[in-house]
């Protein structure tokens, strides 16, 4: 996960993905759909309700044609800021092991600004071309899911 230089111990620059939306909403509305863990996985359009399953203190998201997602609740701060772990699949289920996906809702005007921070792929796999590749498909795929929570919670 980390890279050793001249004895500082640094992150990876790519470790992470940060992207932010504007929202003409309230910040209740759209804490309403990004506190709900898994939201984000679909293709383009949030689903109205997904079927989701609780195991012990993980949320498991089935989605029809993405099979099945594992979730960690780790922080909630109601209405403004939700971390979830995103239990990859290649890491066997272990926190130590995942991404950390991280939502932030900042009053901005008549709405919110929504942002979202993804962070950990580096401990994904010791090999940084595996992990860049994991990392790869989401840094699109976050600017298409906050286009989508605007849809949604707009109601367009």
Same mark, same amino acid.
């Given at each position: 996960?980390?890279?050793? +230089? ?6 990876? %620059? ?22 709900? %863990? ?10 109205? !309700? ?6 012990? !203190? ?14 960690? +609740? ?24 995942? +991404? ?6 900042? %009053?901005?005007?008549?709405?919110? +600004? ?11 796999? %010791?090999?940084? !071309? ?14 298409? !899911? ?11």
């Amino acid at each position: 996960m980390y890279q050793q +230089t001249d004895d500082v111990t640094q992150l990876d %620059p790519l470790d992470r993905i940060e992207k932010s939306i504007d929202i003409e909403a309230s910040a209740e509305k759209v804490w309403g759909l990004v506190s709900r %863990p898994g939201w984000w996985i679909n293709d383009g359009v949030v689903d109205d !309700e997904p079927l989701l399953r609780e195991e012990g !203190e993980v949320t498991v998201l089935s989605h029809p044609e993405h099979g099945e997602f594992r979730l960690l +609740t780790v922080q909630s701060e109601r209405p403004s800021y939700v971390a979830f772990r995103w239990l990859h699949a290649s890491t066997d289920g272990r926190p130590e092991r995942s +991404t950390l996906v991280e939502f932030r809702i900042v %009053p901005r005007g008549a709405g919110v +600004t929504l942002s979202v921070t993804e962070s950990g792929f580096a401990g994904l796999s %010791p090999d940084r !071309e595996e992990w860049l590749a994991d990392r790869a498909g989401n840094v699109d795929g976050w600017d298409t !899911e906050l286009v989508a929570a605007r849809a949604y919670v707009d109601g367009s």
